[in-house]
Protein backbone atom coordinates (compact mmCIF):
# COMPACT_ATOMS: atom_id res chain seq x y z
CA UNK A 1 0.00 0.00 0.00
CA UNK A 2 0.84 3.78 -0.73
CA UNK A 3 0.77 7.10 0.51
CA UNK A 4 1.29 9.98 -1.27
CA UNK A 5 2.49 13.16 -0.81
CA UNK A 6 2.48 16.18 -3.04
CA UNK A 7 2.81 20.55 -3.05
CA UNK A 8 3.16 23.37 -5.14
CA UNK A 9 0.75 22.39 -7.26
CA UNK A 10 0.05 25.64 -7.68
CA UNK A 11 -3.49 24.99 -9.65
CA UNK A 12 -5.27 27.98 -11.18
CA UNK A 13 -7.48 28.27 -14.18
CA UNK A 14 -4.66 29.78 -16.21
CA UNK A 15 -2.95 26.39 -16.13
CA UNK A 16 -5.51 23.41 -16.95
CA UNK A 17 -2.92 21.46 -18.15
CA UNK A 18 -1.68 21.04 -15.01
CA UNK A 19 -4.93 20.51 -13.39
CA UNK A 20 -5.82 17.72 -15.37
CA UNK A 21 -2.60 15.99 -14.50
CA UNK A 22 -3.96 16.70 -10.70
CA UNK A 23 -7.12 15.20 -11.60
CA UNK A 24 -5.88 12.59 -13.41
CA UNK A 25 -3.26 11.48 -10.51
CA UNK A 26 -6.77 11.42 -8.03
CA UNK A 27 -8.67 9.12 -10.20
CA UNK A 28 -6.05 7.09 -11.21
CA UNK A 29 -3.53 6.95 -8.11
CA UNK A 30 -4.53 8.47 -5.38
CA UNK A 31 -8.18 6.51 -5.07
CA UNK A 32 -6.20 3.14 -4.73
CA UNK A 33 -3.77 4.56 -1.63
CA UNK A 34 -3.37 4.37 2.01
CA UNK A 35 -3.71 8.44 1.91
CA UNK A 36 -3.03 11.68 0.32
CA UNK A 37 -0.93 14.56 1.77
CA UNK A 38 -1.17 17.87 0.64
CA UNK A 39 1.42 19.79 1.65
CA UNK A 40 0.44 23.31 1.02
CA UNK A 41 0.22 25.89 -2.21
CA UNK A 42 -2.55 23.36 -3.88
CA UNK A 43 -3.87 26.27 -5.22
CA UNK A 44 -1.91 29.51 -6.74
CA UNK A 45 -4.22 31.39 -4.95
CA UNK A 46 -7.15 30.22 -2.23
CA UNK A 47 -9.51 33.68 -1.42
CA UNK A 48 -11.63 31.71 0.76
CA UNK A 49 -13.77 28.90 0.91
CA UNK A 50 -16.79 31.44 -0.62
CA UNK A 51 -15.14 31.68 -3.87
CA UNK A 52 -17.89 29.41 -6.20
CA UNK A 53 -15.83 29.75 -9.41
CA UNK A 54 -16.65 26.87 -11.57
CA UNK A 55 -12.78 26.09 -11.00
CA UNK A 56 -13.14 25.71 -7.41
CA UNK A 57 -15.94 23.63 -7.77
CA UNK A 58 -14.80 21.42 -9.99
CA UNK A 59 -11.40 20.91 -8.02
CA UNK A 60 -13.46 20.57 -4.60
CA UNK A 61 -15.41 17.73 -6.84
CA UNK A 62 -12.79 15.83 -8.02
CA UNK A 63 -10.99 16.04 -3.95
CA UNK A 64 -14.59 14.82 -2.51
CA UNK A 65 -15.00 12.11 -4.62
CA UNK A 66 -11.18 10.56 -3.70
CA UNK A 67 -12.51 10.84 0.43
CA UNK A 68 -15.48 9.23 -0.49
CA UNK A 69 -13.95 6.42 -1.84
CA UNK A 70 -12.43 6.34 1.79
CA UNK A 71 -9.05 7.63 1.52
CA UNK A 72 -7.94 10.01 3.79
CA UNK A 73 -6.67 13.26 2.50
CA UNK A 74 -4.98 15.56 4.29
CA UNK A 75 -4.13 19.59 3.57
CA UNK A 76 -1.69 22.04 5.37
CA UNK A 77 -1.72 25.24 3.90
CA UNK A 78 1.08 26.97 1.87
CA UNK A 79 1.72 30.43 1.94
CA UNK A 80 -0.67 30.55 -0.99
CA UNK A 81 -3.81 28.85 -0.19
CA UNK A 82 -4.05 29.50 3.77
CA UNK A 83 -7.34 30.91 3.42
CA UNK A 84 -8.44 27.50 3.02
CA UNK A 85 -10.80 27.01 6.05
CA UNK A 86 -13.38 24.80 7.56
CA UNK A 87 -16.21 25.32 4.62
CA UNK A 88 -14.02 23.63 2.23
CA UNK A 89 -13.07 20.68 4.62
CA UNK A 90 -16.80 20.10 4.83
CA UNK A 91 -17.29 20.12 0.82
CA UNK A 92 -14.04 17.85 -0.01
CA UNK A 93 -13.67 15.46 3.15
CA UNK A 94 -10.33 16.99 3.27
CA UNK A 95 -9.08 16.82 6.88
CA UNK A 96 -7.51 20.30 7.58
CA UNK A 97 -3.48 19.48 9.71
CA UNK A 98 -1.91 22.70 11.69
CA UNK A 99 1.77 22.47 10.58
CA UNK A 100 3.69 21.21 11.64
CA UNK A 101 2.12 17.85 12.00
CA UNK A 102 3.86 14.68 13.36
CA UNK A 103 2.05 11.50 11.45
CA UNK A 104 3.02 7.70 12.04
CA UNK A 105 4.14 7.06 8.59
CA UNK A 106 4.53 3.33 8.53
CA UNK A 107 6.13 3.49 12.12
CA UNK A 108 8.31 6.48 11.12
CA UNK A 109 7.34 9.11 13.10
CA UNK A 110 7.56 11.89 10.34
CA UNK A 111 7.05 16.04 10.37
CA UNK A 112 5.42 17.30 7.90
CA UNK A 113 5.13 21.06 7.15
CA UNK A 114 4.70 23.48 3.97
CA UNK A 115 8.45 24.30 4.39
CA UNK A 116 8.25 28.27 4.09
CA UNK A 117 8.63 28.83 7.86
CA UNK A 118 11.62 27.24 7.23
CA UNK A 119 13.30 29.92 5.12
CA UNK A 120 14.68 32.03 8.09
CA UNK A 121 17.09 34.46 6.36
CA UNK A 122 14.47 35.77 4.15
CA UNK A 123 13.36 38.25 7.63
CA UNK A 124 10.93 40.24 5.32
CA UNK A 125 9.49 37.56 3.85
CA UNK A 126 8.99 35.75 7.55
CA UNK A 127 7.82 39.44 8.99
CA UNK A 128 5.10 39.56 6.38
CA UNK A 129 4.30 35.66 6.95
CA UNK A 130 3.82 36.27 10.84
CA UNK A 131 1.29 39.43 10.39
CA UNK A 132 -0.79 37.52 7.60
CA UNK A 133 -1.18 34.65 9.17
CA UNK A 134 -2.80 36.43 12.59
CA UNK A 135 -6.00 35.03 13.12
CA UNK A 136 -7.65 38.64 13.41
CA UNK A 137 -6.21 39.62 9.90
CA UNK A 138 -7.35 35.99 8.04
CA UNK A 139 -11.01 37.19 9.51
CA UNK A 140 -10.86 40.78 8.30
CA UNK A 141 -9.62 39.70 4.94
CA UNK A 142 -12.40 36.68 4.69
CA UNK A 143 -14.83 40.16 5.27
CA UNK A 144 -13.65 41.86 2.49
CA UNK A 145 -15.87 41.11 -1.04
CA UNK A 146 -14.75 38.12 -3.28
CA UNK A 147 -13.72 40.44 -5.99
CA UNK A 148 -11.50 42.77 -3.63
CA UNK A 149 -9.38 39.78 -2.29
CA UNK A 150 -9.12 38.72 -5.69
CA UNK A 151 -7.29 41.81 -6.33
CA UNK A 152 -4.87 41.36 -3.60
CA UNK A 153 -3.90 37.69 -4.49
CA UNK A 154 -3.44 38.92 -8.19
CA UNK A 155 -1.19 42.04 -7.12
CA UNK A 156 0.83 39.63 -4.29
CA UNK A 157 1.27 37.52 -6.97
CA UNK A 158 2.55 40.03 -9.52
CA UNK A 159 4.91 41.43 -6.95
CA UNK A 160 6.54 37.94 -6.09
CA UNK A 161 6.82 37.50 -9.94
CA UNK A 162 9.19 41.09 -10.67
CA UNK A 163 12.03 39.62 -8.77
CA UNK A 164 13.69 36.97 -11.27
CA UNK A 165 16.14 36.62 -12.60
CA UNK A 166 17.66 35.86 -8.84
CA UNK A 167 20.99 35.97 -7.92
CA UNK A 168 22.92 33.36 -6.22
CA UNK A 169 23.06 34.74 -3.34
CA UNK A 170 19.04 35.57 -3.45
CA UNK A 171 18.54 32.12 -3.91
CA UNK A 172 20.09 30.64 -0.80
CA UNK A 173 18.35 33.23 0.67
CA UNK A 174 14.96 31.58 -0.27
CA UNK A 175 15.89 27.70 0.51
CA UNK A 176 15.90 26.34 4.24
CA UNK A 177 18.51 27.17 6.92
CA UNK A 178 20.15 24.58 8.41
CA UNK A 179 19.47 26.13 11.61
CA UNK A 180 15.82 25.84 11.27
CA UNK A 181 15.32 22.47 9.93
CA UNK A 182 17.69 20.88 13.06
CA UNK A 183 15.74 22.87 15.67
CA UNK A 184 12.97 21.26 14.20
CA UNK A 185 13.87 17.82 14.14
CA UNK A 186 15.12 18.22 18.26
CA UNK A 187 11.96 20.46 19.09
CA UNK A 188 9.78 17.52 17.95
CA UNK A 189 12.29 14.73 18.26
CA UNK A 190 11.86 12.75 14.80
CA UNK A 191 13.96 11.56 12.62
CA UNK A 192 12.42 12.32 9.10
CA UNK A 193 10.22 15.79 8.01
CA UNK A 194 8.73 16.27 4.69
CA UNK A 195 7.91 19.71 3.17
CA UNK A 196 7.50 21.66 -0.28
CA UNK A 197 7.86 25.17 -0.99
CA UNK A 198 11.07 25.33 -2.25
CA UNK A 199 10.62 23.92 -5.35
CA UNK A 200 14.38 21.91 -4.82
CA UNK A 201 13.05 18.17 -4.70
CA UNK A 202 15.58 16.28 -3.37
CA UNK A 203 16.07 13.66 0.06
CA UNK A 204 18.56 15.74 2.58
CA UNK A 205 20.25 14.15 5.52
CA UNK A 206 20.90 15.48 8.28
CA UNK A 207 23.55 15.10 11.26
CA UNK A 208 21.79 16.10 14.87
CA UNK A 209 23.44 17.00 17.76
CA UNK A 210 23.02 14.07 19.60
CA UNK A 211 24.91 11.72 16.50
CA UNK A 212 22.19 10.74 15.11
CA UNK A 213 20.91 11.54 11.39
CA UNK A 214 17.44 12.40 10.15
CA UNK A 215 16.11 12.73 6.95
CA UNK A 216 14.22 15.36 4.74
CA UNK A 217 12.27 14.73 2.18
CA UNK A 218 11.70 18.10 -0.21
CA UNK A 219 9.43 17.80 -2.65
CA UNK A 220 8.86 19.07 -6.25
CA UNK A 221 6.66 21.78 -7.91
CA UNK A 222 3.97 21.15 -10.47
CA UNK A 223 5.06 23.76 -13.19
CA UNK A 224 6.51 22.01 -15.75
CA UNK A 225 5.58 18.42 -14.57
CA UNK A 226 3.67 16.53 -11.91
CA UNK A 227 5.78 15.85 -8.57
CA UNK A 228 4.70 12.71 -6.10
CA UNK A 229 6.35 11.09 -3.45
CA UNK A 230 5.32 7.84 -3.08
CA UNK A 231 6.07 6.03 0.16
CA UNK A 232 5.26 2.61 0.98
CA UNK A 233 6.28 0.31 4.10
CA UNK A 234 9.91 -0.53 2.72
CA UNK A 235 10.35 2.66 -0.11
CA UNK A 236 10.32 6.51 -0.78
CA UNK A 237 10.87 7.81 -4.15
CA UNK A 238 10.54 11.17 -6.05
CA UNK A 239 8.63 10.90 -9.05
CA UNK A 240 8.42 13.01 -11.71
CA UNK A 241 5.34 12.53 -13.98
CA UNK A 242 5.71 14.01 -17.29
CA UNK A 243 2.63 16.48 -18.68
MN1 LIG B 1 5.00 27.95 -0.98
Same mark, same amino acid.
Given at each position: ??????? #? %???????? $??TRL /???? @? *??QAV????????? #? %???????? $????? /???? @? *???????????????????????????? /????????????????????????????????????????????????????????????????????????????????????????????????????????????????????????????????????????????????????????????
Amino acid at each position: MTSWFIS #D %LHLSPARP $DITRL /FLEF @L *QEQAVHADALYILG #D %LFDAWIGD $DDTSD /FAAA @L *QGALRQVTQQGVPVYFIAGNRDFLVGPR /FARMTGVRLLNEPAVIDLYGTPTLLLHGDSLCTADRSYQRFRRIIRQPWLVKILLALPLSMRMRIANKLRASSATQQPLSAEQLAIMDVTDTAVIDLFVRYDVGQMIHGHTHRPAIHEHQLPDGNTAERIVLGDWYEQGSLLRVTRTERQLISQPL
